[in-house]
Every structure is written in structure tokens, then in C-alpha cells.
């Protein structure tokens, strides 16, 4: 069997946090940083959470992505849902991606909703990072927290390398990270560079026939019905049209970003 490429221009990572622990405002942070908007322009907060069911209620209910690039890298970052009610779009979610960050509040700690999503990352075998957030709050216990973390991933039969996580601490409304509290964190840098590190890049072989995983199912008022999910194997060229199986649709119009990944308009086509 021919191996497999490893792209290491792209990495692909799925967040998992309870409700309320500053997932989607991490992510909001992340995308000022890196360049996606430009200098002056106005910015709603929660970009993420774009159905009204989610700005009402402050939660994450539908699984979705966005994309940033750092030091030439494109990030593909999944917001998936906190709670276990919407189970089937995290286990969506974390079928697309190489690795996933467990975000836990610094006085809270993991609680029930991030047990449950967190050991379906375990069972995919994902590579896991740790942030510490909200390590501002007055009631902070960060060094608490983190032996709680590693509890609850012995509980959860985690494997060795799973145990041996990289972590770091963060202030998500400041968009701030540090890898050690005695150093404050001035922006997100040392974040973007962990999963640059640490988060494998998506492997693939080219030479097999083009395969794509579709998880979901969405709609472009510009491009028509969009299948989402992660190219498995081969290639595929921009105006190529693919017959899809078991789907709702029968024809694809696939666009990608080189020959090697492809995406949609807004970034929602990821690569594995």
C-alpha cells in the first residue's frame, strides 16, 4: 500500500469547551489577530454563533468553521457545540479534524458537557491541547483546574501520548495567552504557534481515486448546495463535477484552494 502524504500547510482542530467557558470569544480573538479583518472595520462579537437560537441564548448549537493562516499555515478551526443534547454535530465536527483544544474554565474547571465531548476526541484518537481561560476571574484556582483535567482524562482511559498535553493559560476576552502565569500574556501568539507545532498536519494519497468524507450539508446564495466535509484521498480541480453517493444531491460543484485541498467561498471545505 503506497504511504500516505502528511500536508503540512494545513492544520485542522476542532474546540471543545462547556457552555459559557469563552469558546466562541476565543475564536472571535483569534480571527482579529491573524489578520482577517482589516484595520478600522467594524466587527459584530460571536461571529460563530450566526443563528439567532445562538445569540439568544449564548451557546453553541450548530457545528462550524472558519479558517485562519499563520506563518504561512492555514488553521481550519470547528466550533463545535458544548452541550450533549447536540451530540451528532459534535461527533460531525470531530470527524474533520487532526486534533482538538479542551478550553476549561480557570474557577469552574471541566464540567459534565465537556466530559461528554471530550471523550468522543478521545475515541477518535485526536491530539489534544489544553487552555486554562478566564484566568482574570477572582476566583481562579488555574493550578486546581489542570489537575482536574488530567483526572478526568485518566478517567476517560485516555492513552500515554493523550496524558503528555501541551497547555497554556488565556484570557479570551483580551485575546491573551502564556505558557507559564508568572509571564503574562500580551496576544495569541504563543497559541497559533502551539497548534502549529503540536496539531499533525492532514495526511492523504494522491494517487488514489478523489475521495470526500461529506459530513454536512449547507447552502451559498452565491454557489448553490454545498456538501462540507474533509477530502480523504486524491485530487480535485476547480469546475470538475463529481457524482455524490448516499447524499441528498446528486452533483457537486467542488471549488478548491490548490491542487492539493480545496475549500468553499467562505472556508468551509476542509482537507484531510
Known amino acids: ?9 494545513i492544520r485542522n482542530i476542532a474546540i471543545i469547551a462547556h457552555v459559557d467557558h469563552g469558546k466562541t470569544t476565543l475564536v472571535d480573538a483569534m480571527f482579529k489577530q491573524s489578520g482577517v479583518f482589516r484595520d478600522g472595520q467594524l466587527v459584530e462579537e460571536r461571529l460563530m454563533d450566526s443563528m439567532d437560537l445562538e445569540r439568544e441564548r449564548g451557546i453553541t448549537i450548530s457545528a462550524k468553521n472558519c479558517a485562519i493562516n499563520w506563518k504561512k499555515t492555514k488553521i481550519n478551526i470547528l466550533d463545535t457545540p458544548g452541550h450533549a443534547d447536540f451530540g451528532g454535530e459534535v461527533e460531525r465536527a470531530l470527524s474533520m479534524v487532526d486534533g482538538a483544544i479542551l478550553l476549561v474554565d480557570a474557577a469552574e474547571g471541566p464540567l459534565p458537557q465537556t466530559r461528554f465531548v471530550l471523550s468522543k476526541a478521545l475515541q477518535a484518537g485526536l491530539k489534544l491541547l489544553v487552555v486554562i481561560n478566564k484566568i482574570d476571574r477572582p476566583d481562579a484556582q488555574p493550578e486546581r ?20 498535553f501541551p497547555m497554556l493559560y488565556a484570557i479570551g476576552k483580551d485575546g491573551t495567552a502564556t505558557a507559564s502565569l508568572d ?25 488514489e481515486p478523489f475521495q470526500m468524507l461529506v459530513s454536512d450539508l449547507s447552502h451559498s446564495d452565491y454557489l448553490g448546495r454545498l456538501a462540507i466535509g474533509k477530502v480523504i484521498n486524491g485530487t480535485v480541480k476547480a469546475r470538475r463535477s463529481w457524482s455524490a453517493w448516499g447524499c441528498m444531491i446528486k452533483r457537486l460543484l467542488l471549488t478548491y484552494q490548490n491542487f492539493r485541498y480545496m475549500k468553499e467561498l467562505h472556508s468551509k471545505m476542509l482537507k484531510r
Open 1 to 9: 500500500m503506497p504511504q500516505r502524504i502528511r500536508n503540512n500547510a
Open 183 to 207: 509571564n503574562p500574556g500580551t496576544d495569541l501568539r504563543p497559541l497559533y504557534d502551539m497548534i502549529i507545532e503540536e496539531i499533525p498536519g492532514p495526511t492523504y494519497h494522491p494517487d
Open 145 to 164: 483546574v489542570h489537575d482536574e483535567v488530567l483526572e478526568l482524562l485518566l478517567d476517560l482511559d485516555a492513552h500515554e501520548d493523550q496524558l503528555d
